[in-house]
């Protein structure tokens, strides 16, 4: 038996269990359900869901140093994240500006991840196809708007506070899961732990996660970071001193099907064998 995920409560717990990372499926949370951001052209409108990780995937830089950026550049279009996060190529990286450089040992000597396979390597083909293109809107320090179509994204600060971090920019709502502050601590896996064995990492002790919001400084090129119930600022060639990670979300189809029923850990499993449900959208 299955049914949409849009019949789920927020914060439910969704896992395709050849969707992985480290060899360890991904475990999802519903984020929202219907977003409708103002202004921002979200796929379907309100026909969408919206799913983010549950646990931090991997310690890894926002992008690395560059001829015009020592410290890596700020603007998440041109980010070495974002283009990992939508390849699923092992040769993933293409210079997006003059003089961009790769995540490379050299460049990123902490987390070096140019040879690491683009994140959607480890999707199965069922989930690939089934994540919608989702037209990101994105703020320079400017405070200038663009847009990117992306895959998989980072969340904005305006996505997770609805602007009461900075209240500049875009007037992007919140996403309902926020409502419980407990969702932004932020714990790494198993397989985190275990491939970063020198960072000090505790499956109890949570850790830093990057937005695409920069700092409102044109002059300092950093990037806004979430832990805990506090907003911070990194550099986005990462510092020494701290672990931060990529938080993904992305949106699926309000008829993507699951499980009925959640198993004994509580996770909805993705139905691949069965086509989507139609389905009436609910107030939440």
């Known amino acids: ?26 475990v999802w949370l519903v984020a929202d359900i219907g977003y409708v951001g103002e202004l921002h052209p979200y796929p379907d409108n309100n026909n969408s869901v919206t799913l983010i990780s549950e646990k931090n995937l991997r310690i890894m830089s926002y992008d690395a140093p560059e001829n015009n950026y020592p410290d890596g550049n700020s603007l998440y279009k041109d980010s070495n994240i974002r283009q990992w996060l939508n390849s699923d190529k092992n040769d993933w990286f293409v210079a997006q500006t003059p003089g961009d450089k790769p995540p490379s040992s050299q460049n990123a000597p902490k987390c070096p991840y140019d040879k690491v396979a683009g994140f959607l390597s480890g999707f199965s083909t069922n989930m ?9 809107d994105s703020i320079n320090p400017n405070l200038a708007e663009y847009y990117t179509d992306d895959k998989v994204y980072l969340m904005s600060t305006y996505e997770i506070d609805g602007g009461k971090i900075y209240e500049k920019g875009n007037k992007l709502k919140a996403y309902k899961i926020f409502k419980d502050y407990k969702v932004r601590d932020f714990m790494p896996t198993e397989e985190v732990i275990s491939n970063f064995p020198d960072l000090g990492l505790d499956v109890n002790k949570y850790t830093m996660w990057w937005t695409r919001s920069p700092h409102f400084n044109p002059n300092v090129q950093t990037v806004c970071t979430i832990s805990q119930n506090y907003t911070t600022t990194m550099r986005p060639n990462l510092t020494y001193s701290m672990v931060i990670g990529p938080r993904p979300a992305f949106n699926v189809a309000r008829g993507f099907l699951v499980s009925n029923e959640p198993d004994e850990n509580g996770i909805y499993t993705v139905v691949w064998d069965a086509p989507y449900l139609p389905f009436t959208l609910r107030p939440v």
Do not use: N, Q, Y
Not at 8 to 23: N, Q, S
Not at 128 to 136: D, F, G, M, N, S
């Open 1 to 26: 038996m299955s049914k949409a995920i849009a019949s789920l409560p927020i914060g439910a717990r969704v896992m395709d269990p050849d969707t992985t990372h480290f060899g360890a499926p991904i």
């Open 128 to 136: 690939k196809e089934a994540i919608l293109t989702t037209t990101v």
